[in-house]
């Protein structure tokens, strides 16, 4: 089964910047739309961006729009998140999975089961 490897979160002030990755392993990552979410404690994970498998089409929740983008670079298996104007609200674990190609805040299961996310801690 496919793997999924998230990184790059970290500390960093409001206002502050972070790029994250997420590394799948496995050949079938071109082939699957991906997708970001996100969960704090005692909250079910929710849904920050999603791309098509071409990065054709990219989708945002609202709460992240203008701010975020959400990128791919399929001959290297990566998925990436550029994080900008972080507010403390955007503290959470975040996590990569692939997403439903016709409804990219939908995550779907059969492509990997979810990895250990990376933490993102933004401080006012």
């Known amino acids: 089964q496919v793997q999924l490897v998230e990184s790059g979160g970290g500390l960093v002030q409001a206002g502050g910047s972070l790029r994250l990755s997420c590394a799948a392993s496995?050949?079938?990552?071109?082939?699957?739309?991906m997708g970001w979410f996100r969960q704090v404690p005692g909250k079910e994970r929710e849904f920050v961006a999603g791309?098509?498998?071409?990065?054709?089409?990219?989708y945002y929740a609202d709460s992240v729009k203008g701010r975020f983008t959400i990128s791919r670079d399929n001959a290297k298996n990566t998925l990436y998140l550029q994080m900008n104007s972080l507010k403390p609200e955007d503290t959470a674990v975040y996590y990569c999975?692939?997403?439903?190609?016709?409804?990219?805040?939908?995550?779907?299961?059969?492509?990997?089961?979810w990895g250990q996310g990376t933490q993102v801690t933004v401080s006012s």
């Open positions: 999975n692939a997403v439903n190609s016709l409804a990219l805040s939908r995550a779907i299961t059969d492509f990997a089961s």
């Open positions: 496995g050949r079938t990552f071109s082939r699957y739309a």
């Open positions: 791309i098509t498998w071409n990065g054709g089409r990219t």
